[in-house]
């Protein structure tokens, strides 16, 4: 469920005509719904009240300070995969003391930092990063608390760019080498391991691949504490899917029904790292129709956003649902979507059939909250896009459009 609907013939984000903030703030712009993110927060915190648990945000979905206020202010945690990730979860209110934090390459000066401001643990991908951190601690003076990721090796049946748990990925460690390193561990002196993470991939529409490797880390979870592993905190990740064309993802109630009765058998805090699932239905792209281009083949229907503000298409052969802003009668057509880059991978749709356009209409690209304005660039001398934040009636800039004076900044010529 977001917050996005028609009444009648116009778009609206919650009660503010999204015409309306096309017209206001300019186009290509990202306009979020507080309250859709915060009825997803709300709807699985609720929905796993019967667990030990913690929802850790994953900063790297969406990372405007606006929108993870929004999450600290309900009480979320966070996941981070850099130390920059953790400046900004500060800067927004967040508390280090919740964040959680992943990536396969963190560097001295991260991990030093990430201890300075006390965060909850590490999740380590292999016996080098654990020995850097345990180094890094001693010259702080500090212990720091770890896990391993696990890597179960269940196919989650996403888009390849987007799986993360089978052993071809570079993430996480298989279960008998992660076993091995706790051990090492025992004879570090900086080091404590708290907990078992494991993030098997993004973007899973069914309970299967979580039921099957929560399986799987059960046992493993067993072995350790039997070793004297003192497991407390044991962290499932991220991944679940929302709706961008015609996936039918389970519900945060059905989520729980599948796998709340397996995690209570950890008997420890479980730790939840959901990114898409947060944001992703809570936020649109605005981009405006330049011009309407017929070819003896094709009409491409050319926009004033590109590749450089949403890549998933590009990137992941993503599909996100185009509609107009203000509805017009007449016939449809099929068309390309391109923006105005000079790549052949510039588009958001290719063949689609689309409601009747005309130049100047404003078009929205559904369900870009996440992995969205994230992942822009600045490609061809570009301003990044600004970013709204619709709250009820109310609406702000929540970042501002981007000048050519900020992109020739930092350059010396
Ligand atoms: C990216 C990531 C997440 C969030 O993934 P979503 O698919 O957006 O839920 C969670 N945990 C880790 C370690 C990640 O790298």
Redesign the pocket.
Known sequence: MHRFEFRKRRLYCEEVPVDTLAATYGTPLYVYSRNTMLDHFTRLDSALAGIDHTICF?V??NSNLAVLRTFARAGAGF?I?SAGELYRVIAAGGDPRKAVF??VGKTEDEIAFALGKRILFF?VESDVELARINAVARRLKTTARFCI?VNPNVDAHTHKY?T?GTHENKFGLDFATAGKVYAAAGRMKNVRAVVV?M?I????TTTRPYQMAVGKLLAFVAGLRALGVDVQYVDI????GIVYRDETPPTPVAFANAVAGRLKEFGATILF?????LVGSGGILVTRVQYIKKTAHKTFVIVDGGMNDLIRPALYEAYHEIVPCVRRAGKGLVADVVGPICESGDFFAKDRALPALKAGDAIALMSAG??GFVMSSNYNTRPRAAEIMVDGAKHRVVRRRETWDDLLAPERG
Do not use: N
């Open positions: 994953a790297k979905a996941d995969v992943a990536g999740s990721r987007i993360t993470q993030h991939g993004s973007q899973i990740g991220g991944g679940m790292e959901p990114g898409r699932f996440a992995y």
